[in-house]
């Protein structure tokens, strides 16, 4: 295979030129995911739910929507979670959420892919959220 | 060229750095602690993202010079489930954080890939196989194994409900597209 000097040159140019222009965004995201993540304590989770299995899967899917940080961090807060006796779906929905909604990132998914998109894309992600947390309680059979 | 005509000249993400550089010096000022532990936090997320950084210049590098949009059209244009399957395995494979795959992906886009697909590639990014080992400890390997399944299935509806609610945008671009690449001869 033939490497194309300047088409390569080109390429490398422009990936540089698109990783500046989101720069500011993920620098000021990660700031404020830094930050976020530092102000919400741990013990604020097990405060929100309230056992309740109409109300804690939407609590779940509005937690993990607002929280933010590596998916690892999810795993075991929802596994602490589960511990201190919330029900397997309001885990579900706070896991789902927590890694296909993005609050925090909105602001740059809005300006890098467009606002229209971006809302569109949080606002199905949270109500799927919920809707994977039943699908996969009832297919699990653990109610 | 004054002040006010320089202004305008800087983009809104650079005024969403500035702001949250400010409240970073209202916290040195008046909450050391918080401001110390937010900057470690940080440092701590900088220091794994770096690698990852590079990744995304790499493939964006590559992305580049391979994906043309003849490419894009051939593997991503044409209808089928294949091209689902393709965005799919690409989210579930994806590492970093979600942020850093945005350039990418909005010059996917502007190569005509669907926001309908790139919904269902940052979708399929929560599925994380190096972490499965830490979701299994926790949940067992029935729970994740269905957990996954379903939001396989529920990425792909997603993808296809963000094609229907953007169809008019998408038609635009399109058009827009069909325009660009009448210019190229394949």
Request: glycine share 6%; proline share 3%; net charge positive.
């Given at each position: 295979?033939?490497?194309?000097?300047?088409?390569?040159?080109?390429?490398?140019?422009?990936?540089?030129?698109?990783?500046?222009?989101?720069?500011?965004?993920?620098?000021?995201?990660?700031?404020?995911?830094?930050?976020?993540?530092?102000?919400i304590?741990?013990?604020?989770?097990?405060?929100?739910?309230?056992?309740?299995?109409?109300?804690?899967?939407?609590?779940?899917?509005?937690?993990?929507?607002?929280?933010?940080?590596?998916?690892?961090?999810?795993?075991?807060?929802?596994?602490?979670?589960?511990?201190?006796?919330?029900?397997?779906?309001?885990?579900?929905?706070?896991?789902?959420?927590?890694?296909?909604?993005?609050?925090?990132?909105?602001?740059?998914?809005?300006?890098?892919?467009?606002?229209?998109?971006?809302?569109?894309?949080?606002?199905?992600?949270?109500?799927?959220?919920?809707?994977?947390?039943?699908?996969?309680?009832?297919?699990?059979?653990?109610? | 060229?004054?002040?006010?005509?320089?202004?305008?000249?800087?983009?809104?993400?650079?005024?969403?750095?500035?702001?949250?550089?400010?409240?970073?010096?209202?916290?040195?000022?008046?909450?050391?602690?918080?401001?110390?532990?937010?900057?470690?936090?940080?440092?701590?997320?900088?220091?794994?993202?770096?690698?990852?950084?590079?990744l995304?210049?790499?493939?964006?590098?590559?992305?580049?010079?391979?994906?043309?949009?003849?490419?894009?059209?051939?593997?991503?244009?044409?209808?089928?489930?294949?091209k689902?399957?393709?965005?799919?395995?690409?989210?579930?494979?994806?590492?970093?954080?979600?942020?850093?795959?945005?350039?990418l992906?909005?010059?996917?886009?502007?190569?005509?890939?669907?926001?309908?697909?790139?919904?269902?590639?940052?979708?399929?990014?929560?599925?994380?196989?190096?972490?499965?080992?830490?979701?299994?400890?926790?949940?067992?390997?029935?729970?994740?194994?269905?957990?996954?399944?379903?939001?396989?299935?529920?990425?792909?509806?997603?993808?296809?409900?963000?094609?229907?609610?953007?169809?008019?945008?998408?038609?635009?671009n399109?058009?827009?597209?069909?325009?660009?690449?009448?210019?190229f001869h394949?």
């Amino acid at each position: 295979m033939k490497v194309n000097i300047k088409s390569s040159k080109q390429a490398i140019i422009k990936a540089a030129k698109g990783l500046w222009k989101a720069f500011p965004m993920i620098l000021g995201t990660i700031l404020l995911v830094s930050l976020i993540s530092t102000l919400i304590s741990k013990s604020f989770y097990t405060t929100v739910f309230s056992k309740n299995l109409f109300l804690d899967p939407i609590i779940g899917s509005l937690v993990g929507s607002i929280s933010a940080g590596n998916p690892i961090t999810s795993y075991i807060f929802g596994g602490e979670l589960l511990t201190q006796g919330v029900s397997l779906l309001a885990v579900t929905a706070f896991l789902v959420s927590w890694v296909t909604v993005g609050l925090i990132q909105l602001p740059a998914e809005s300006a890098i892919l467009g606002k229209k998109f971006a809302l569109l894309r949080n606002i199905t992600a949270f109500i799927l959220a919920i809707i994977v947390a039943i699908i996969t309680i009832l297919i699990l059979g653990v109610f | 060229m004054n002040i006010k005509n320089k202004l305008k000249q800087i983009s809104g993400s650079w005024y969403f750095l500035i702001i949250i550089l400010l409240i970073y010096l209202l916290l040195f000022i008046f909450r050391q602690d918080l401001f110390s532990s937010s900057l470690n936090f940080f440092y701590n997320i900088l220091l794994k993202i770096i690698p990852v950084f590079i990744l995304v210049f790499v493939l964006m590098s590559l992305t580049n010079y391979f994906i043309t949009p003849k490419f894009v059209i051939k593997h991503l244009g044409e209808k089928g489930i294949k091209k689902w399957f393709f965005i799919i395995v690409g989210g579930i494979l994806s590492t970093g954080p979600i942020y850093m795959w945005y350039p990418l992906l909005a010059d996917l886009r502007d190569r005509g890939l669907s926001y309908g697909l790139i919904a269902c590639f940052l979708y399929n990014r929560a599925i994380k196989i190096p972490l499965l080992p830490i979701a299994l400890f926790y949940f067992g390997w029935k729970y994740i194994l269905i957990l996954c399944f379903v939001m396989i299935v529920i990425s792909v509806i997603q993808g296809m409900s963000i094609n229907k609610l953007m169809e008019v945008k998408n038609k635009e671009n399109e058009n827009n597209e069909n325009r660009k690449f009448s210019n190229f001869h394949f």
